[in-house]
């Protein structure tokens, strides 16, 4: 089973940019396709962007779509959320997740079920 820790996340003015990095170890990540959701207080944990196994297709949430780039580095085994423009709406915390199964379909991802899941980082984005 695959380790995820998270790190980037703290306290931000809207409008600044900031960077969530997730580690994986226990295993090479390079297989299997990763993402972010976030959990806001008293809501759901939402989808907010996936990258595929190999790097080539991304998708985000509508809400945080041409705000946030997320990649990877299948070296390092590490995946980033640049996150631009932030508004107080993008407070939660953000969780790194990856398939349980290699070579996952990024269009699936969204779905909460077969993951593994990092323990989460702060974000908070005052007004």
């Known amino acids: 089973q695959v380790r995820l820790v998270e790190s980037g996340g703290g306290l931000v003015q809207t409008g600044d940019s900031m960077t969530l990095s997730c580690a994986a170890s226990?295993?090479?990540?390079?297989?299997?396709?990763m993402g972010w959701f976030r959990q806001a207080p008293g809501k759901e944990r939402e989808f907010v962007a996936t990258i595929s196994w190999n790097g080539e297709v991304t998708y985000y949430a509508n809400d945080v779509k041409g705000r946030f780039t997320i990649s990877r580095d299948n070296a390092k085994n590490t995946v980033d959320l640049q996150m631009d423009s932030l508004k107080p709406d993008d407070t939660a915390v953000y969780y790194c997740a990856s398939d349980v199964r290699a070579y996952g379909s990024p269009i699936l991802f969204a779905q909460k079920t077969d993951k593994d899941w990092g323990q989460g980082t702060q974000v908070t984005v005052s007004s």
């Open positions: 226990g295993r090479s990540s390079s297989a299997y396709t």
